[in-house]
């Protein structure tokens, strides 16, 4: 994890991978850059923990995979949303909006 | 289902060893790695610094690696249990939906089976009942049955055991059971009721674990002569008579024995026996104890020792008493559980094997359509063949359906017997003759019977659905839906034609046993009884010792009953006789004064004491001399009439009027008076000799009254009830039936067997005879161009009949030649059982082979005029 990014939540891995696939099938690096890209670098995973989340995830089978091509013609494994990684997406979804709405009212607006 | 898993399936992807887990996960962090490098060389990287950034960035890799590994091992595994369901469960709804497609087919083959599961059930439950459930009593296998004899066969000329001391045998055992068996009349309430009793020693209660639910056992100072009397009663007779009420313990009833008359009958009841206290001998309602000493009929063995053991002990403590005793004498010791079902068993044996017969025919019919209809398929299991189903894949599925199918079969064929065995639970103790042990009740099996009725039969069925499943899928399915049509010519059909023989074969055997059994019970109708019994019934009457002390009053009063008897209207004829024809009793020796014996072995005859009318009603025909009548008197000389049998015996062939003769150890000579026919005590058992007594010289307490009708039906035991009614109120009828109960009630078990075995005979040639119909119909359908290219040819008539036939005569003539072998070799199974035809009997195994061939012929004609039939053109074109 690089020092600017932001220190990831506990779970908050998940749902960041599972909102991602939401968007299709997408191969592991994939889904590091996309992060790193919609986050402006602000988030950016360490490799190894993105890998042992998306095994985890697979072994819950809230996610599958299977072996496609590239974009640039190499042999890739594509990981894909579930019906079970989708409900699970909507649920945490829900639980994370709860979450920071409550926080946000706490702590803004900041007293002048 | 997860996508990936449909997908592996679908490509039959081999499964992921660990291996190809770890080469997985390589690869894709390789992947990872090289687009990393990529990345980073655009962006103006060195190839080396690159690598090192790209790994850097990564993290820990051998972490990963490891934690990436466990993760996709675990959900290998769970995705393998997984496809192994969906699977199932996909074989499962493909048999559904076949069962659903063609109900008929479906419905057909589930009753068969469940018809074969049924029949196999019950018969399992009754020999369970019978021969493998332990008696009811604590630790049954140790109780032995003591016979006064080598054998069950009676000993010419046995010893006398009168004057053993069996006191000197309970140290040889560990408790001796002893009873008297007697009836008694219960008088007092609304009317006296007769009930079955018995007098039984302190080891009755301990030994057998008899105990009262109510009130207490007996005291020990019970057993002594000249102790208060008491009795212990059912809890059948305490619900009857007493309406359940616990305050008849303590109290006073009047209780006349029978065969003890001079016996106390004022008895205090101290106790109620447990409800389905089962009693060895027979359904007991009292129990008085014994106060004599008296041969124990069971005994408990020592710990420790064996029978044989047991038996010399006996002996050596029983023989010295007696003094001589006849070479080969000697008491034996039986297990009771063998001893009380020993008659039963080949029934039973025979029963359940007939049964199981049945089930391998239904099973075997059941596949054999299943072959028909899975070659059908071919075409099905080609394309899933060619998609990647492996051979194995297929006989899964073939074998899941037949799974289902005897599944369904077998729970409704356990259920079908469980109904049936509650419908004659309490036929089945009189039709076998010996009443079930530990009570009818107990013939609903365990739950346990049940589950293994379900496995086995579901387990039969998927054994039976290899047979189609491996015929389907052998050669190259895929081939032929390549070419369109069924190009692994034609399937060797030796497994449907074994099929089919193997169940004409067993057919043969069912029937055989059916044919010898009807017989048997056509000779034991037709056996010459030497009397009649059609329209008499027969009542037993005890004249209390209170009311009639001496003979005198006996006499008296049963001339007062008979002619009551005689003034209901529709009575014919009434006369007294004891034991009446097929009573179960033994036979005194008899003696003559001076004469040639034809043996050596003293004659032996049943003694009865008659009215003078009983040859009347009996017709039973006099050869010489005269009846009794009023002359014979107890104030006359003594006088006896015998059968022709004794008289041979007595006097070889010479007259045996005037001769006289002496009864078992009496003193008194009696002289021969007349000759009559001799009458049949038993069809099967022994034959023995009668002696008749005139009822006037002995007028015994305990007697038979036969009556018969004006109109050649028995009148109703209501009728006679009343009449004695008005004699005395006392008087209680017990036992009453019409003597042709009597005597079919010695057949009722073969007479069972018979029906039994015909009718699961004549479900296994309908079974055997649709099986060889669908078989040459499917010949037929298959050969159909076939044939029309010979009869286009012009084949004439006879060859293509030939051409069809082949098959069939083959499968018949094989299946008849094995079932008459099979039904040879499994005679002696049917020995005991089969009376007056012999088990190998020629006509019977000409006439089931007829049947048989007959069947098969009538089978066969439909697919061979129709094979006759087949028009040449339009066959040709259908391809």
Redesign the interface.
């Known amino acids: 994890m690089t020092r600017d990014s932001l220190d990831l939540l506990q779970g908050t891995l998940d749902l960041l991978i599972l909102r991602t696939l939401a968007w299709g099938q997408m191969h592991g690096y994939g889904i590091s850059g996309f992060i790193r890209q919609r986050t402006d670098g602000a988030i950016s995973i360490v490799d190894a923990a993105l890998y042992k989340a998306l095994h985890r995830l697979e072994r819950d089978r809230l996610i599958d995979s299977v072996w496609g091509v590239s974009e640039n013609n190499r042999k890739a494994k594509y990981y894909r949303l579930t019906p079970a990684g989708r409900r699970r997406l909507h649920a945490e979804l829900d639980e994370w909006r709860r979450y920071s709405a409550a926080v946000l009212k706490v702590v803004e607006p900041l007293p002048t | 289902m ?3 898993s449909r ?1 592996r399936r679908f490509l039959r992807l081999p499964r992921r060893s660990r291996r190809t887990i770890e080469s ?2 390589d ?3 390789r ?2 790695l ?3 490098e990529r990345e980073l060389r655009s962006l103006g990287r060195s190839p080396t610094e690159a690598r090192r950034e790209a790994l850097r ?5 051998a ?2 690696r490891e ?2 590994r466990t ?2 091992q ?2 290998e595994r ?1 995705s393998r249990r997984r496809n192994w369901l969906d699977e199932l469960r996909q074989d499962v709804l493909i048999a559904s939906r076949l069962m659903r497609r063609n109900p008929r087919f479906a419905l057909g083959a589930t009753l068969t089976l469940a018809v074969g599961v049924a029949a196999a059930t019950a018969a399992y439950s009754v020999l369970y009942a019978y021969l493998v459930r332990p008696l009811p009593y604590p630790d049954p296998d140790r109780l032995a049955f003591v016979i006064p004899g080598p054998s069950r066969e009676p000993f010419p000329n046995a010893p006398s055991l009168r004057t053993v001391d069996w006191t000197k045998v309970d140290s040889v055992f560990n408790g001796t059971v002893a009873w008297d068996l007697d009836g008694f009349t219960l008088a007092g309430g609304d009317r006296p009721e007769y009930v079955d009793g018995a007098w039984v020693s302190p080891g009755y209660l301990t030994t057998l674990g008899v105990r009262p639910a109510v009130g207490r056992a007996f005291q020990p100072e019970a057993y002594t002569a000249g102790a208060p009397p008491v009795a212990l009663i059912s809890d059948a007779l305490w619900a009857r008579r007493f309406n359940r009420d616990s305050s008849i313990i303590g109290t006073t009833i009047r209780l006349h024995s029978t065969d003890r008359p001079l016996e106390n009958e004022l008895v205090t009841i101290v106790g109620v026996t447990a409800p389905g206290t089962w009693h060895v001998t027979r359904f007991t309602d009292v129990i008085r104890p014994l106060t004599t000493s008296r041969m124990p009929s069971i005994v408990r063995l020592k710990s420790g020792s064996t029978l044989a053991q047991a038996q010399a002990q006996l002996n050596a403590a029983v023989i010295p008493q007696l003094g001589e005793v006849p070479t080969g004498w000697r008491m034996s010791a039986v297990p009771v559980h063998e001893e009380y079902t020993h008659e039963v068993r080949p029934i039973l044996v025979a029963l359940f094997g007939a049964a199981a017969f049945m089930l391998l025919i239904a099973a075997g019919s059941v596949a054999g359509a299943l072959v028909a209809r899975a070659a059908g398929r071919r075409d099905e299991l080609g394309i899933r063949g060619a998609l990647g189903a492996s051979r194995g894949r297929l006989v899964r599925q073939l074998l899941t359906e037949t799974f289902v199918l005897a599944a369904v079969a077998a729970i409704a064929g356990t259920l079908l017997a469980r109904f049936l065995i509650e419908v004659i639970a309490s036929a089945v103790g009189p039709h076998l003759g010996v009443s079930v042990p530990g009570g009818e009740a107990r013939l609903i099996p365990d739950i346990m019977v049940f589950a293994l009725a379900i496995i086995a039969g579901s387990a039969l069925g998927a054994l039976f659905g290899l047979i189609p499943a491996v015929a389907a899928t052998r050669g190259d399915v895929a081939a032929s839906v390549r070419a369109g049509r069924n190009v692994s010519g034609p399937s060797r059909p030796i497994m449907r034609q074994s099929l089919i023989g193997a169940q004409i074969a067993l057919t043969v055997v069912l029937l055989v046993g059916a044919g010898l059994m009807a017989r048997t019970v056509a000779a034991l109708r037709n056996a010459p009884l030497g009397f009649q019994t059609a329209g008499l019934l027969k009542a037993d009457v005890l004249l209390p010792q209170s009311r009639y002390p001496d003979a005198a009053a006996r006499r008296n009063v049963a001339d007062r009953a008979l002619a009551e008897i005689r003034r209901v209207p529709g009575i014919r004829a009434a006369a007294l006789v004891f034991p009446y024809p097929f009573r179960q009793g033994g036979a005194a020796p008899i003696s003559s004064e001076a004469g040639t014996r034809a043996s050596d072995v003293i004659p032996r005859a049943t003694v009865h004491s008659i009215s003078p009318d009983y040859f009347r009603v009996m017709q039973i025909s006099l050869i010489s001399g005269r009846t009794f009548d009023d002359r014979d008197n107890p104030d006359a000389a003594a006088v006896v009439i015998i059968s022709d049998g004794l008289a041979r015996d007595l006097w070889s062939g010479e007259s045996a009027l005037g001769r006289r003769i002496r009864i078992g150890e009496s003193e008194e000579w009696r002289t021969v008076v007349g000759v009559v026919n001799e009458t049949l005590k038993t069809v099967i058992g022994e034959h023995s000799a009668d002696v008749y007594m005139p009822y006037a010289q002995a007028p015994r307490a305990y007697t038979s009254i036969v009556v018969s009708g004006t109109s050649g039906t028995p009148p109703t035991a209501h009728d006679l009830q009343r009449a004695m009614a008005r004699v005395d109120d006392v008087l209680a009828l017990s036992d009453i039936r019409t003597l042709d109960e009597i005597v079919s009630q010695e057949g009722a078990s073969r007479r069972m067997l018979a029906t039994l075995l015909v009718g699961f005979a004549l479900f296994a040639l309908g079974l055997a005879a649709l099986g060889l119909y669908a078989s040459i119909s499917y010949v037929v359908a298959r050969r159909r161009r076939e044939l029309a290219v010979r009869m286009a040819i012009g084949a004439n008539a006879a060859s293509i009949m030939r051409l069809v036939l082949g098959e069939g005569v083959v499968v018949v003539t094989g299946g008849v030649i094995a079932g008459v072998a099979l039904s040879l070799a499994l005679a002696r199974v049917l020995a005991s059982q089969v009376y007056g035809v012999a088990t190998t009997d020629t006509l019977t195994l000409g006439a089931i082979v007829i049947i048989v061939t007959l069947a098969a012929l009538s089978a066969i004609a439909g697919p061979l005029s129709r094979a006759l039939r087949i028009d040449p053109a339009s066959a040709m074109r259908v391809e």
């Open positions: 997860s996508d990936s997908f997985d996960i690869d894709e962090f992947f990872h090289e687009m990393r960035q990564f993290g820990d890799l972490d990963a934690y990436c993760a996709d675990h959900a769970h």
